[in-house]
């Protein structure tokens, strides 16, 4: 009697990790992380949107919570430090993840008649990782900016 | 033979029968009761506060203009609650409330129904389409900012000892009740969430795990799959019943629609 | 389709202006699979233009990696009174557009 009392009880705690194991297997549900849905080349995504120019660091900030609320929607503000005249402006801006499915995730066109370098929008991140965004100029020249936010698993995963 | 003590620990858990008598049903002190806002980051609190870039608001806006248009062969929302709702104004707080009809606990999807089958002859929109959410959105929205205050007094009793019963059973896999997480662990981590005292004041509401505003029901189907449990049908006399125990459980917190939650 | 269009009704010459747009989309990314576990296929917004009386003054394009109901914040200098089209276009074609009245002093 005592030896059934006790495999039940253990046979529930094991069913118990074993459920929250498996949950926790389990992705924010936008990218899930199966075999064919592998992190693509963010340096790769860079080259070949702005080809092999030096990237340099500096004029660009990121701006991303420490910690995402949710994975599914992440509030980033891109600025870059530039005058916006015609002689001197950012001609393009782009957003590249090292962890999502596709390293691009968004490119913005500025010029001249932006009159300040800076865009905001709500991105999707497949886990904790460090967002890039390339900011190419006027002058051809490429200025790279970072910025890191965890992304935790949701509580209850509905999955 | 000594068990370890986290086999005592969840054996005396999953042992322990639940609570029958109501003096059992330790409940939240009126005095403490906290909105799911204030245990959101403060990027997510902002985004709620935000008129414009609240992303419930697409479904407000779509709702203001469905309430102002007269459908086919039939008359506004408007020709009767005035323009803009004028005359509904802080009615969402006082909801669920029995019909006096059909005698059955209402929610604002329901008395949406009604008002479109009595009073429009149009056919009743089905919970979690872009339409009902977004009138019944809008109809909420007007009730912003107003205290909940429901009535569970003469037929609304039954459905309120129903909600209750239904929020202090363990269900699911995980053979959780509401309360365990929301009344005795509220404010403590669970992964990397805090658990907040699960108040309904924010829907229908745009919810980050959804991409989309969606009603209070879903969240209920959601909770109920949180501790594996079979989710039930939208429309459930039981969710329906907990909407209006929920209800006069958060009763004096502010409706917050469209609210915004992960 | 829910559009927001956040814009000054006036600015003065020269102006820097903040434009905001927000739409309802639900940006399925392609990568999801329903309850058979198939792929339920992508269907996104791909791209953003924000004209300003005809000529474009900022453009995005945008790929799975963006939140649903997509959101912009960004910038504009107010040149002349005239036309701000805000408009998207998704990966079928199919476009929405809204337009906002500027008067420059």
Redesign the interface.
């Known amino acids: 009697m005592?030896m059934m009392k006790?495999d039940k009880?253990?046979f529930?705690?094991d069913?118990?990790r074993l459920?929250t194991l498996g949950t926790?297997g389990l992705v924010?549900?936008?990218?899930?992380m199966s075999t064919s849905?592998e992190a693509a080349d963010a340096d790769k995504a860079i080259r070949d949107l702005f080809g092999d120019g030096e990237l340099n660091e500096g004029r660009v900030t990121v701006d991303l919570?420490p910690?995402a609320?949710?994975g599914?929607?992440?509030?980033i503000?891109v600025t870059v430090d530039s005058p916006m005249t015609q002689k001197n402006h950012v001609r393009r801006i782009a957003?590249i993840?090292p962890r999502?499915?596709?390293a691009?995730?968004?490119?913005?066109?500025?010029?001249p008649?932006?009159?300040?370098a800076?865009?905001?929008?709500?991105?999707?991140m497949a886990g904790t990782q460090t967002i890039r965004a390339v900011a190419e100029m006027s002058d051809g020249s490429l200025w790279l900016g970072k910025a890191s936010t965890v992304v935790?698993?949701?509580?209850?995963?509905?999955g | 033979m000594r068990w370890p003590a986290p086999v005592i620990a969840l054996a005396a858990a999953a042992c322990t029968p639940a609570p029958t008598a109501d003096e059992a049903r330790e409940k939240l002190p009126a005095s403490a009761l906290i909105s799911g806002y204030e245990f959101l980051q403060a990027d997510t609190q902002a985004l709620q506060d935000d008129d414009f870039a609240n992303p419930g608001f697409l479904w407000v806006d779509r709702g203001r203009a469905l309430f102002a248009a007269a459908p086919q062969q039939s008359k506004a929302c408007a020709a009767c609650h005035g323009e803009d709702g004028a005359e509904l104004k802080g009615a969402a707080a006082h909801y669920p409330s029995v019909d006096e009809t059909t005698g059955k606990l209402t929610n604002i999807e329901g008395r949406i129904n009604l008002c479109r089958t009595r009073h429009q002859g149009l056919e009743p929109l089905n919970y979690e389409t872009d339409d009902l959410l977004s009138l019944t959105a809008f109809v909420s929205h007007l009730s912003r900012g107003e205290p909940v205050k429901v009535d569970v007094s003469g037929p609304a009793e039954v459905w309120y000892r129903r909600g209750e019963d239904y929020f202090f059973t363990r269900r699911g896999q995980y053979n959780l009740a509401c309360n365990q997480c929301h009344n005795d662990n509220w404010g403590r981590q669970l992964r990397g969430d805090t658990i907040s005292q699960g108040h309904g004041t924010a829907f229908p509401g745009y919810r980050f795990e959804w991409q989309s505003l969606g009603s209070l029901q879903r969240r209920l189907r959601d909770c109920d799959a949180g501790v594996r449990a079979e989710p039930l049908a939208y429309g459930s006399d039981d969710y329906l019943a907990v909407e209006l125990y929920l209800a006069k459980r958060a009763e004096g917190l502010p409706i917050e629609v469209p609210g915004v939650r992960r | 389709m829910s559009i927001r269009i956040s814009a000054p009704d006036t600015a003065s010459r020269d102006e820097i202006i903040e434009l905001k747009a927000l739409i309802q989309h639900p940006m399925e990314t392609g990568y999801r699979r329903n309850n058979r576990g198939e792929i339920i296929e992508r269907d996104i917004i791909t791209t953003f233009e924000c004209t300003y009386d005809g000529d474009t003054v900022f453009q995005a394009r945008f790929h799975p990696g963006i939140a649903a109901n997509p959101f912009l914040t960004f910038y504009t200098r107010a040149t002349r009174s005239g036309t701000l089209e805000f408009r998207w276009t998704d990966q079928n074609g199919q476009s929405w557009s809204e337009t906002h009245s500027l008067s420059v002093e």
Request: hydrophobic share 50%.
């Open positions: 005592e006790q009880f253990n529930m705690l069913r118990r459920l926790a924010c549900a936008a990218f899930p849905a919570p910690i609320e949710n599914n929607s992440v509030a503000k957003i993840s999502n499915p596709l691009e995730v968004a490119e913005f066109q500025l010029g008649r932006a009159g300040k800076e865009v905001a929008t709500r991105i999707r935790t698993l949701a509580a209850c995963i509905i």
